[in-house]
């Protein structure tokens, strides 16, 4: 035989033999990846005080660390799956011998192939995947021998009871313990162990409820083996198999809390860090992480309710729109065929919003009362007098209109079940801290289960009057005082030669008033004086102002100074929170922070350093402030003057709905043309919020609606339970700006009169910039403070005894 020919004889099956590992190795995890292997799991969600507010995740997974699994667990798991899992090197090679021969006796029959895999197989097997073929039982095995290379026994055993699917939904024998038996593994006796150790081949085929016996049978054979491997006594194995397999009913994960506010965080995560396991190790449903928001749990739920009981109030009274969707429930129309009507029923979106509304859907009628079910399967009766509810009356009443497939909403009353309607009207509202730019609260609509579309951040609505602060700022920026006079009168301009000349109107033909003060203009939402006050100042540099502090972007037109423009309730109120902030720019946030699966903060919102904030004690030196300098969205003295008025809007403007909550507020309303929508953002020194309810395809809400009868009372049953714990602080006034009296409808300065506590008082404190306050000077006679024996003869005097400014 010629040297070329041997060669070829060694080298081509050699070649092929490479070839052959190559494509059986492509793809496969590297030792140094399998070291570094950590099984999926869910992302845990804080509030801002530490609590679990819910999870985002897919399996039922509760990692324990292998020093944490109790010793007889573990002796289960081996003695039931693997008994010589701590001497062979990853694959039993006599095991794979007898399922070959088992699976050549049954090559002609319709039995599924039967396999020898380890435990260190069954690691590497949910890495490759469950395809049943040689090829992958190739690639299983050479997963499994790097995994015994780069990795101990107990970490395998570690992965392996912690990923392994055990039914129930529940991956992992913690998860296992809780789905099964409602313990923790800790927790569990030997028999509930001995149960949990038959559950990786075949869950379903030992379910505790329907195959009990089976799985009482297959328990006692792991018992047996752990007595034969030397774990447990005899005894001890017939104390285990007389006890009872008392297994908790079945239950269904827990779903993820349904709000608005998670599911943008949930949403912002996957942006920054993927969503499933490819997607890295620190993706949103594998990832283990931990994330700490701004949510506070007593300003949402007051935010939800609010916004809801808005919603419904300005719903009632209002026809009866008819069934909310359709579905077929059977052959027939009688409640005894109840075919699959429960299912479907379950997968219809209904937006309930109310804990205590219940979809259902009509079975049968029986002259005007129905018979309708519920998706668990159970049937009630809707009687005719109740169907009308909240709801005007057409000309035929809703119990007449109702039939067999209707899905509907009901409530339990005390007179039996009513009918109930989501309202079509929506809106949004968010909650922002005012020193951070933190959101405490959001809400995107009546029901997030249903209504995926939040408003709070993707509806671009026109904020109407909640504008007119942007311009009365940018007016005081440029030459204006809160004392100017502006004539409140009709006012027109000459646009184009095709569109010819434009003239206001204030809002519902409100007659003018002459000459007022910017003060009133605002207080009382006046369009003519907005209107005027923009074009003397300038769009272009208004809306250079609704840039800076984030609004939106908009041509220099007049119109944009009613709040022609769009923006978002999210937008808005972040421009009012920098406001109320003296001018400081400030990004709304929803996260604060991200910690991975072992506590390392991988993302963190405010980034910014902070020497000796973390000493131990006070050295005694000037305080430790975070750095990096403050950027300014507008003049911190501009800031307290608009805010200042905005005051005057709560106390004798349009915002007086809110006065009950006796505190020091500011804030503005606002109604858009139509009106279409209805408008209110304001707050406290600590906290703003702003809120605007309209429908989705902007359409007339009824002239009554406006942005004080409508969402002023929404933001006041929301203070009344969100801020009843917080402090009430006077609005902070920042350097440079001098307080003075003035009368209140002319804007004079004046001497020796106070202002007065009153509704409507003639003289007032007014904020003004240095040299820009009035210098008429109106003497009026001295007055007498009743707290004192004499007139008070100086301002210093007057703030000494009424203890500063508020």
Not at 633 to 641: C, E, F, L, P
Request: charged letters at 20%; hydrophobic letters at 40%.
């Amino acid at each position: 035989m010629s040297r070329n020919r041997l060669l070829l004889l060694i080298g081509l099956p050699l070649l092929l033999a490479g070839f052959f590992y190559w494509q059986a190795t492509k793809g496969l995890p590297s030792e140094a990846e399998l070291a570094s292997f950590t099984p999926a799991l869910p992302s845990t969600v804080r509030d801002v005080n530490g609590e679990i507010v819910t999870a985002y995740t897919r399996e039922r997974r509760i990692f324990v660390p292998y020093a944490e699994l109790p010793p007889r667990l573990v002796q289960a798991y081996v003695s039931a799956e693997d008994k010589g899992f701590f001497e062979h090197d990853g694959i039993d090679w006599l095991g794979i011998v007898r399922a070959a021969f088992t699976n050549v006796g049954s090559l002609f029959s319709d039995k599924r192939p039967v396999g020898a895999s380890t435990i260190t197989q069954q690691v590497a097997k949910s890495l490759v995947g469950n395809e049943v073929s040689l090829w992958r039982k190739i690639r299983e095995a050479i997963l499994a021998r790097r995994l015994e290379g780069a990795l101990s026994k107990q970490q395998i055993l570690e992965i392996y009871l912690n990923q392994i699917f055990l039914g129930r939904n529940a991956y992992g024998v913690e998860a296992a313990a809780q789905a099964y038996f409602g313990k923790s593994v800790e927790q569990l006796d030997l028999a509930q162990m001995a149960y949990l150790a038959i559950l990786p081949k075949a869950p379903s085929t030992y379910d505790p409820v329907r195959r009990r016996d089976r799985a009482l049978g297959r328990r006692d054979y792991v018992l047996t083996q752990m007595a034969a491997n030397g774990h447990i006594s005899a005894a001890e194995r017939a104390a285990a198999a007389a006890s009872p397999l008392d297994a908790i009913p079945n239950r269904a994960l827990p779903r993820p809390r349904d709000d608005y506010f998670i599911e943008d965080v949930r949403r912002t995560l996957i942006g920054q860090f993927g969503e499933a396991q490819e997607n890295g190790p620190n993706s949103v449903y594998g990832g283990g992480l931990w994330i700490r928001t701004s949510l506070d749990p007593v300003m949402q739920a007051a935010a939800e309710q609010a916004m809801r009981d808005g919603m419904t109030r300005y719903e009632a009274g209002r026809a009866w729109r008819g069934p909310v969707k359709q579905i077929d429930i059977g052959a027939n129309d009688s409640a005894k065929d109840s075919g699959a009507w429960p299912g479907r029923l379950s997968g219809t979106q209904v937006a309930l919003g109310y804990a205590q509304w219940v979809k259902a859907v009509v079975l049968a009628k029986q002259g005007n009362d129905s018979t309708i079910g519920f998706t668990d399967g159970r049937t009630e009766t809707l009687y005719g007098r109740n169907a009308a509810g909240p709801y005007r009356a057409t000309q035929r009443s809703a119990a007449q209109v109702l039939r067999p497939g209707d899905v509907i909403v009901v409530t339990r009353t005390g007179a039996g079940w009513a009918l109930r309607q989501p309202p079509e009207v929506s809106g949004g509202m968010v909650v922002e801290e005012v020193a951070t730019g933190r959101v405490r609260a959001m809400v995107g609509g009546f029901d997030a289960r249903a209504q995926a579309f939040n408003r709070a951040t993707q509806a671009n609505r026109q904020p109407g009057s909640t504008f007119k602060p942007i311009v009365y700022a940018t007016a005081m920026d440029n030459g204006f005082t809160p004392a100017s006079i502006v004539v409140d009168g009709s006012y027109c301009v000459f646009q184009t030669r095709q569109l010819g000349t434009k003239c206001f109107r204030n809002f519902n033909n409100m007659r003018a008033a002459g000459p007022q003060t910017l003060r009133w203009g605002l207080e009382q939402s006046r369009n003519l004086m907005t209107v005027r006050i923009a074009d003397a100042t300038g769009m272009d540099r208004i809306v250079a102002q609704a840039r800076a502090l984030g609004i939106g972007e908009y041509q220099p037109v007049l119109s944009i100074a009613l709040g022609a423009g769009e923006t978002t309730v999210m937008k808005l109120t972040n421009a009012y929170a920098q406001i109320f902030n003296q001018g400081r720019k400030l990004q709304p946030g929803l996260i604060d922070y991200v910690q991975d699966r072992s506590g390392k903060i991988i993302w963190r919102r405010d980034n910014r350093g902070c020497p000796r904030c973390n000493a131990p004690a006070w050295n005694g030196e000037a305080m430790p402030r975070p750095q990096g300098r403050i950027e300014q969205a507008m003049d911190a003295r501009t800031a307290y003057q608009i805010l200042h008025l905005m005051e005057g809007v709560i106390q004798r403007g349009t915002g007086t709905a809110l006065l009950p909550l006796n505190r020091p507020l500011a804030g503005k309303t606002g109604t858009t043309n139509g009106p279409r929508d209805v408008w209110f953002v304001g707050g406290t020194q600590d906290i703003v919020a702003g809120l605007y309810l309209g429908y989705d395809q902007p359409r007339g809400m009824g002239g009554y609606a406006q942005g004080g009868t409508l969402a002023a009372p929404i933001w006041r049953q929301w203070g009344q339970v969100a801020l009843k714990d917080w402090p009430t602080l006077p609005f902070a006034i920042p350097a440079g700006v001098r307080m003075v009296r003035i009368d209140r409808r002319s804007g004079k300065r004046v001497f020796g009169v106070w202002p007065d506590p009153g509704y409507k008082p003639a003289v007032i404190w007014e904020a003004f910039k240095p040299d820009s306050e009035p210098r008429r000077i109106n003497r009026a006679r001295d007055v007498f403070d009743r707290r004192s024996a004499g007139p008070i003869r100086s301002d210093a005097e007057f703030l000494e005894s009424e203890g500063g400014i508020y």
